[in-house]
């Protein structure tokens, strides 16, 4: 019988007590490896439990983000993210570093990378998705409340500063994923193009909801370089299982998130 991943007749060179606490990374750091094999690109991986935490993009990812990038650097990165979203200044900085240190960068979303999450792939070139793949749209919220039902309420409903809050909010927004597109996978669009996608995506005249579903063929629709992988495709299927693995690595050892490359691990506990 043929062996399947990740059998191996090499014992590792860890003592066994020490290789057991750390087998899940182990496998993972394999598959990595092997998807690294496939696109001759390097693999890094951004995965929060979106499902059983409220972890979110926050000012500290920035130092694991790095951690990983340090090893990238003037090499063709892939990033892998599954994200429900969170704070803009801390996107920014995350997309600042992402287009710094890795400058062909492609972003494959096998899952969710939904509001601010949706930002960040929008720093690559392309982004990799599949039929489980989703983006969202990027309109903020101040304290939950979108920021457009604050600007465009009755004079009175809210005080001024809440209005000028969420004005800017909707601007800095509106900034970032101009310059990535501008920058990006819309550098030879038409500025009015390029326009015409962030309104879609930043405000309430498209997708009425903030939770709204954007797929792969959504997503060419607005105009953004979508690589659409079939179920069946083999590098799809070791991205899928890779993903399946943190689901379940993180549920198992109760983790929020996991930075993630074939060198490096940075778990951030629930």
């Known amino acids: 019988m043929t062996d399947f991943f990740p059998r191996t007749p090499t014992l590792p060179p860890h003592s066994p007590l020490f290789w057991v606490n750390h087998k899940d990374r182990y496998l993972r750091q394999l598959l990595i490896k092997d998807i690294e094999a496939t696109t001759s690109r390097r693999l890094i991986v951004y995965h929060t439990d979106c499902d059983r935490s409220n972890a979110q993009i926050d000012p500290s990812d920035d130092v694991a983000l790095a951690e990983l990038l340090t090893s990238c650097k003037n090499l063709p990165v892939d990033l892998m993210i599954e994200t429900n979203g969170g704070f803009t200044d801390s996107t920014e900085k995350l997309c600042a570093m992402l287009k710094s240190q890795a ?9 969710k990378a939904k509001s601010n999450g949706t930002v960040i792939a929008l720093c690559g070139s392309s982004i990799l998705m599949g039929a489980e793949s989703e983006l969202g749209p990027i309109d903020p919220a101040i304290q939950t409340v979108p920021a457009e039902f604050i600007v465009n309420a009755p004079a009175g409903s809210f005080n001024v500063i809440d209005v000028q809050y969420a004005t800017y909010a ?5 900034k970032l994923a101009t310059y990535l597109l501008t920058e990006g996978m819309m550098k030879s669009a038409a500025a009015e193009v390029i326009e015409a996608t962030v309104n879609a995506l930043a405000t309430k005249q498209v997708y009425h909801s903030h939770g709204s579903s954007i797929d792969a063929a959504e997503a060419k629709r607005l105009g953004l370089n979508v690589i659409l992988h079939e179920p ?19 549920g198992v050892r109760n983790f929020a998130k996991l930075f993630e ?3 490096v691990s940075t778990a951030v506990p629930k």
């Open 103 to 111: 400058t062909d960068l492609r972003v494959i979303v096998p899952r």
């Open 170 to 174: 909707q601007n800095q927004t509106r």
């Open 232 to 250: 069946d495709d083999e590098l799809w299927c070791k991205v899928w299982l890779l993903r399946t693995m943190y689901q379940y690595d993180c």
């Open 261 to 263: 490359s074939s060198t």
